[in-house]
């Protein structure tokens, strides 16, 4: 899932491929009634502010999910937890089962069920839809790294679905601003009071990689992935190119909470192209078994693969002392690739 990758046909084409099935879950009515002197006025839940979900309903999402992601992966079968994924993750994951399918049409032989623990779940109030919240869990997978997660609901008869995964160092979770009854802050995706707003982030960090210009903080996800890439474009016989687009229409649309330092943790996407070409004489490397399955064309000079990205960053207020965004994590899925 962590692998950079590419395809032809586009994030939207591939989504077409499996739209998802929704599964529903008992909520409390978020209508309300009051009555006044011209007769009864109906003020609906989708105008006020609320809490997006009740704890138990944020339990329950997460244990479901958890439940046919195991399915799914023990069998190697997408449909199997198509109704509890959606953008990012629904799209990483798909390509993830259906490689696995075709290299292991029995399922997978070396499954072992994901296990969360430690659950902290943060819910913003807001109004209007998607409701969503985060779950930050420790997963037996991973090795020390916490599990975090996005649950999304996009009207009140749809379910919960996990939309953004991403891994992240212990301790690297921010502490995040809270009311009075515990409720988190959701940050509207144009605020002006960030240093990247929501909205610009999937943009300005694909230009980024693409320049090396922008308002990022050195790190592994930065700096040393533009090193990284700069060092593998031109070997003996074979060049790499990569392209770099942001992601963020639909439910790909950034999601963001205010931190307990007034800036926000961002969760955005991104997607990416690799390609690499060889010269004449020399041959592509060999792909391994996951990207030769979801390829089409005849690799002979050169393969484009496709990739889309899970990314959550720290956006500091305007005026913090250092002022620059910080990408904590991306997971990086393969999704296709052609050959030619």
């Not at 198509?82 to 799209?91: I, Q």
């Amino acid at each position: 899932m962590t692998r950079e990758r590419s395809l032809t046909t586009g994030v939207r084409g591939r989504r077409g491929l499996r739209r998802l099935d929704r599964y529903a879950l008992a909520t409390a009515s978020l209508v309300t009634v009051s009555l006044t002197a011209s007769g009864c006025v109906v003020v609906h839940g989708e105008l006020e502010v609320l809490p997006s979900a009740t704890r138990g309903e944020a339990v329950k999402a997460v244990e479901q999910f958890t439940a046919a992601y195991n399915k799914a992966d023990a069998a190697y079968d997408p449909s199997l937890d198509a109704g509890h994924t959606a953008g990012a993750l629904a799209v990483i994951d798909a390509a993830r089962l259906k490689a696995g399918r075709l290299n292991s049409p029995t399922g997978n032989p070396q499954h072992t069920p994901l296990v969360l623990s430690d659950v902290n779940y943060t819910v913003p109030a807001k109004a209007g839809w998607p409701r969503w919240f985060v779950a930050d869990a420790k997963g037996n997978k991973g090795g020390d790294a916490r599990w975090l997660l996005v649950f999304t609901r996009e009207a009140r008869k749809r379910p919960w679905q996990a939309t953004y995964l991403t891994l992240v160092a212990p301790g690297a979770v921010p502490a995040f601003k809270k009311d009075a009854d515990g409720w988190a802050e959701a940050v509207p995706a144009d605020t002006a009071g960030l240093a990247l707003a929501p909205r610009d982030l999937s943009k300005d960090y694909t230009a980024y990689l693409q320049s090396g210009r922008g308002a990022f903080a050195d790190g592994a996800y930065t700096s040393a992935l533009r090193a990284s890439r700069a060092k593998n474009a031109t070997r003996p016989g074979l060049a790499t190119q990569y392209v770099d687009q942001p992601l963020a229409g639909g439910e790909y649309a950034p999601l963001a909470l205010r931190t307990a330092d007034g800036g926000a943790l961002v969760f955005f996407t991104t997607h990416h192209y690799m390609k690499q070409t060889a010269a004449a004489g020399a041959a592509v490397p060999t792909p391994d078994p996951d990207v030769r399955a979801l390829t089409t064309g005849e690799i002979k000079q050169s393969l484009t693969m496709e990739f889309v990205a899970a990314d959550v960053a720290l956006s500091p207020a305007k005026g913090a002392q250092d002022g620059k965004v910080s990408v904590l994590s991306r997971l990086e899925g393969f999704t296709g690739a052609k050959g030619e």
